[in-house]
């Protein structure tokens, strides 16, 4: 069954690089936002760079923008691949609430609590155990394969 050796190669870690790319695409689009407000002069203080008086505010910064664009845009590049990959191993998942599991914790990025709330429990321990279980059944079946 080739699917289901595909399946077992995806770790949690894996997983979690969706969420974590979106949080790194989320800080590059505020400090894009802040370097164009920066060379607006709507701003004089941005991370990272020392305060500059209103003159200095104004000069250009199109190069940092243009290398921080280019990283975003190559950033969403690998997001996408890695959703393609993440759906597709999700959709060959068997059970379905554990593909409800995944999806709402590494699709939709949500925390174990609010991933046992939209699965109707009150215990995040619930999909988390779940979670932990299926993976650990996934590292056996690896094992046995071998």
């Known amino acids: 069954m080739n699917d289901s050796k ?11 690089q969706l969420r974590a790319l979106n949080r790194e695409i989320a800080a590059q689009k505020d400090r894009l936002a802040q370097l164009r407000a920066l060379r607006q002069g709507k701003q ?15 000069e250009p910064y199109g190069l940092q923008i243009q290398a ?3 990283k975003i845009k190559e950033n969403l590049g ?6 393609a990959r993440l759906e597709e191993f999700i959709g060959r998942v068997e059970d379905s609430q554990m593909r409800q599991i995944l999806s709402l914790r ?10 046992a709330f939209r699965m109707g429990h009150y215990d995040e321990q619930i999909p988390r155990k779940k979670h932990r279980k299926f993976f650990e059944n996934q590292s056996k079946e690896k094992k046995i394969c071998r």
């Open 106 to 115: 590494y699709v939709s990025g949500l925390t174990w609590q609010q991933t």
């Open 6 to 16: 595909e399946r077992k190669e995806v770790t949690p870690e894996q997983l979690g």
């Open 68 to 70: 921080l664009e280019e």
């Open 44 to 58: 004089t203080r941005v991370e990272g760079i020392p305060y500059l008086g209103p003159e200095q505010a104004q």
């Open 78 to 83: 690998r997001c996408l691949e890695e959703l």
